[in-house]
């Protein structure tokens, strides 16, 4: 139970264990390091905000005056700086993730561990290989769905490498993978416009899912099996 609140806390930021190793690691002007940091700071406003909030219940069951104004503040602040946490979170993992898909195998960090084996795991693997392939269906059926409920416009040329897509996803179902190709496949699905997935073109599209796949193949022995990976 201790251990598994300690990993809970580092990884949601409430500690400031992750951003110290990155700054003896990265130095502090780094992207990753800046990240952890601003993750940490908003996880602590975030709990100072909800004790705000539960002091104002408290006040306002003893019926003290002005509590509802109070209360209202107090949910209001909380709430967004709970949000910001939220989007802060995202943007840490993402800056992990583009640590992992540089290759850069050096990085010893608590944080690019965790990364590495939730993306090893078989099941963050389905969820990728399943992303993409319900993209590469709305590309089959692009013009039965109603304009406002397509995916961005550049995930039509999808239509045209459905080859490529289906080695890709063979490749994240396999029992071995290289860590730096799934990480690349999930920037691939979620880095927005930066990524070939939505620019539209077709070419760099097909280059990319060829690249992601010889990379998640390629070398594979040098990561363990992801169930292993994933029990260490």
């Known amino acids: 139970m201790t251990s598994f609140l300690r990993h809970a806390f580092r990884s949601s930021g ?44 408290a006040a306002l069951r003893a019926h003290l005056s002005h509590t509802v104004l109070a209360l209202v503040v107090a949910s209001v602040v909380a709430g967004a700086f709970v949000l910001a946490w939220l989007v802060a979170w995202h943007v840490t993992r993402a800056r992990v993730q583009d640590l992992i898909a540089s290759g850069d195998d050096s990085v010893v960090l608590p944080v690019v561990a965790r990364e590495r084996r939730r993306l090893a795991s078989r099941k963050e693997r389905e969820r990728v290989a ?6 590469y ?26 080859d490529e897509v289906a080695a890709l996803t063979r490749a994240l179902r396999g029992d071995r993978v290289r860590v730096q190709g799934v990480a690349l496949a999930e ?38 099996p992801a169930e292993r990976r994933e029990a260490a």
């Open 14 to 57: 409430l500690t400031a264990a992750d951003k110290c190793a990155a700054e003896s690691v990265l130095g502090r002007s780094h992207r990753l390091t800046r990240a952890l940091s601003g993750t940490h700071t908003l996880a602590l406003q975030s709990i100072v905000a909800a004790f705000a909030v539960l002091a104002s219940v």
């Open 130 to 135: 399943r992303s993409l392939d319900g993209l």
């Open 137 to 162: 269906r709305d590309a089959l059926r692009w013009h039965e769905i109603l304009p406002q409920f397509r995916p961005p416009d550049g995930v039509f040329q999808l239509r045209h490498v459905g």
């Open 187 to 224: 920037r691939f699905l979620s880095d927005g416009y930066a990524s070939p997935l939505y620019s539209g073109e077709l070419e760099p599209l097909r280059e990319e899912l060829n690249r992601i796949r010889y990379l998640v193949e390629t070398e594979a022995a040098v990561d363990a």
